[in-house]
């Protein structure tokens, strides 16, 4: 029986980095991985400032950024009232320094690799940084001692068995997570509400940065990113991704020609380069996250709507944390469940509000008149437009005052359904006819 420091189930992008900054520190990290690398994923791969800011604190960032388009400004238009901007660079220092003590690598860029380029990159990074990489190896089941998980076991595609033990495991193995399975971890909060999203890869369109718009209950994104394509989303509820499919890709169009014209010219003149992706719901939920000698990291411990693009940068951030507080522990400067628990409370504290305000904005309403007016006076203001989508982005505190739940205060919109009198996009698709 093999034995480590820590092991880590899944190699993505809360695991890889995880491992790379354990082994960094000199410890023993076996990290695997069911799938070989480079491989793709179901993924809207955006990456916020905030979260190139862990790749460049982290050394990597340069690798990815010379491949992947990057900017600062970026546009976000609710009902037509466009805010465009930047994110603040002193918001993300002091964000920084709140949560880890330094500002190191803050920066005000964003961009969005494919996943095909950013996992590669941190699965290279942790076996440099002297991590025990096995690809092709899937988790079976926890090896436990006195009731108490101290180690995996696993097995490869030839079928060989694998048995290791350390003092921790870290499940990062994504929000369909064996290990949290296997650990019993218990599911404490679950918000069913959230959006589909359907998206492609289209070569030919000259636009710059981000742009996402919302009109009704339908919104779409778009940018740049790291093959010479464009990622070019398009969501809405859930409840309607039955009358979206029916037609997928005239649905894809029509969503585009309602929420953002001007791109959606540019997509008809335009060459997808491979089929449509798509996820037709996305129910968010929390997960009991730490045990004695195990913890559960990015959408293992915690799944959210892609309607703000947060998963990798959060993803990051868990990295960052998690591999501080074990660390400690495993110094002996203090017990490994008190680690674990500090571990809980600062995230916690770092996520509840903006997990709340995700599950809020994947409701997907219809904006009342008064929010409506203030995101007009938001547009009309550009420190305040930059921290708008700070707060968007998840580097100025949520609560976020331009967000409101209740569709029933819209002065113009009916609210009975998909009636002949309803506007199409509001209380029924555009697609729908």
């Not at 001692?145 to 696993?154: D, F, H, L, V």
């Not at 679950?190 to 589909?196: A, D, K, M, V, W």
């Not at 779409?220 to 990113?225: G, L």
């Not at 680690?339 to 903006?354: H, I, K, N, Q, W």
């Given at each position: 029986?093999?034995?480590?420091?820590?092991?880590?189930?899944?190699?993505?992008?809360?695991?890889?980095?995880?491992?790379?900054?354990?082994?960094?520190?000199?410890?023993?990290?076996?990290?695997?991985?069911?799938?070989?690398?480079?491989?793709?994923?179901?993924?809207?791969?955006?990456?916020?400032?905030?979260?190139?800011?862990?790749?460049?604190?982290?050394?990597i960032?340069?690798?990815?950024?010379?491949?992947?388009?990057?900017?600062?400004?970026?546009?976000?238009?609710?009902?037509?009232?466009s805010?465009v901007?930047?994110?603040?660079?002193?918001?993300?220092?002091?964000?920084?320094?709140?949560?880890?003590?330094?500002?190191?690598?803050?920066?005000?860029?964003?961009?969005?690799?494919?996943?095909?380029?950013?996992?590669?990159?941190?699965?290279?990074?942790?076996?440099?940084?002297?991590?025990?990489?096995?690809?092709?190896?899937?988790?079976?089941?926890?090896?436990?001692?006195?009731?108490?998980?101290?180690?995996?076991?696993?097995v490869?595609?030839?079928?060989?068995?694998?048995?290791?033990?350390?003092?921790?495991?870290?499940?990062?193995?994504?929000?369909?997570?064996?290990?949290?399975?296997a650990?019993r971890?218990?599911t404490?909060?679950?918000?069913?509400?959230?959006?589909?999203?359907?998206?492609?890869?289209?070569?030919?369109?000259?636009?710059?940065?981000?742009?996402?718009?919302?009109?009704?209950?339908?919104?779409?994104?778009i940018?740049?990113?790291?093959?010479?394509?464009?990622?070019?989303?398009?969501?809405?509820p859930?409840?309607?991704?039955?009358?979206?499919r029916?037609?997928?890709?005239?649905?894809?169009?029509?969503?585009?020609?309602?929420?953002?014209?001007d791109?959606?010219?540019?997509?008809?003149?335009?060459?997808?380069?491979?089929?449509?992706?798509?996820?037709?719901?996305?129910?968010?939920?929390?997960?009991?996250?730490?045990?004695?000698?195990?913890?559960?990291?990015?959408?293992?411990?915690?799944?959210?709507?892609?309607?703000?693009?947060?998963?990798?940068?959060?993803?990051?951030?868990?990295?960052?944390?998690?591999?501080?507080h074990?660390?400690?522990?495993?110094?002996?400067?203090?017990?490994?469940?008190?680690?674990?628990?500090?571990?809980?409370?600062v995230?916690?504290?770092?996520y509840?509000?903006?997990?709340?305000?995700?599950?809020?904005v994947?409701?997907l309403?219809?904006?009342?008149?008064e929010?409506?007016?203030?995101?007009?006076?938001?547009?009309?203001?550009?420190?305040?437009?930059?921290?708008?989508?700070?707060?968007?982005?998840?580097?100025?505190?949520?609560?976020?005052?331009?967000?409101?739940?209740?569709?029933?205060?819209?002065?113009?919109?009916?609210?009975?359904?998909?009636?002949?009198?309803?506007?199409?996009?509001?209380?029924?698709p555009?697609?729908?006819?």
């Amino acid at each position: 029986m093999e034995r480590f420091d820590v092991i880590v189930v899944g190699a993505s992008v809360s695991g890889a980095p995880t491992a790379m900054l354990l082994a960094r520190r000199g410890y023993k990290v076996l990290l695997i991985d069911r799938k070989h690398f480079p491989r793709d994923t179901l993924s809207t791969h955006f990456i916020w400032p905030r979260g190139v800011s862990y790749l460049k604190r982290w050394g990597i960032a340069d690798s990815i950024l010379s491949e992947t388009p990057h900017f600062t400004r970026m546009e976000v238009s609710v009902e037509g009232i466009s805010i465009v901007g930047s994110i603040p660079l002193p918001a993300i220092e002091q964000r920084f320094l709140e949560l880890h003590g330094d500002s190191v690598g803050a920066t005000n860029t964003y961009c969005g690799p494919r996943r095909l380029l950013l996992d590669h990159i941190l699965v290279k990074a942790a076996a440099t940084a002297g991590a025990d990489i096995r690809e092709g190896v899937t988790f079976t089941r926890p090896i436990t001692e006195n009731s108490k998980i101290i180690g995996i076991q696993a097995v490869t595609e030839q079928g060989a068995q694998l048995q290791a033990t350390a003092p921790v495991v870290i499940g990062a193995d994504g929000r369909f997570s064996q290990f949290a399975k296997a650990v019993r971890a218990e599911t404490i909060d679950y918000r069913e509400t959230s959006t589909f999203a359907y998206f492609g890869y289209f070569s030919g369109i000259d636009k710059q940065g981000l742009t996402i718009r919302n009109r009704g209950r339908l919104g779409t994104a778009i940018f740049p990113t790291s093959d010479g394509t464009h990622m070019v989303l398009a969501y809405g509820p859930s409840a309607w991704w039955d009358h979206f499919r029916r037609d997928p890709e005239a649905s894809f169009l029509r969503t585009y020609d309602f929420c953002d014209a001007d791109s959606a010219e540019r997509i008809r003149t335009s060459k997808r380069e491979e089929p449509f992706k798509a996820c037709g719901s996305m129910p968010a939920f929390q997960r009991a996250n730490i045990g004695d000698s195990w913890a559960l990291i990015g959408d293992a411990g915690s799944f959210k709507d892609q309607v703000t693009a947060m998963g990798i940068t959060h993803a990051f951030r868990d990295a960052e944390l998690i591999s501080f507080h074990i660390d400690r522990a495993l110094r002996g400067e203090i017990p490994l469940g008190e680690a674990l628990r500090t571990y809980r409370t600062v995230r916690s504290g770092d996520y509840e509000a903006y997990f709340n305000f995700v599950c809020r904005v994947a409701e997907l309403n219809v904006r009342p008149r008064e929010e409506l007016a203030a995101i007009l006076d938001v547009s009309r203001n550009q420190q305040r437009a930059d921290e708008f989508l700070a707060q968007f982005g998840d580097t100025l505190h949520i609560p976020m005052p331009a967000i409101s739940p209740h569709l029933s205060e819209h002065p113009t919109v009916a609210t009975a359904g998909c009636t002949k009198d309803a506007v199409p996009g509001y209380d029924c698709p555009p697609y729908s006819n």
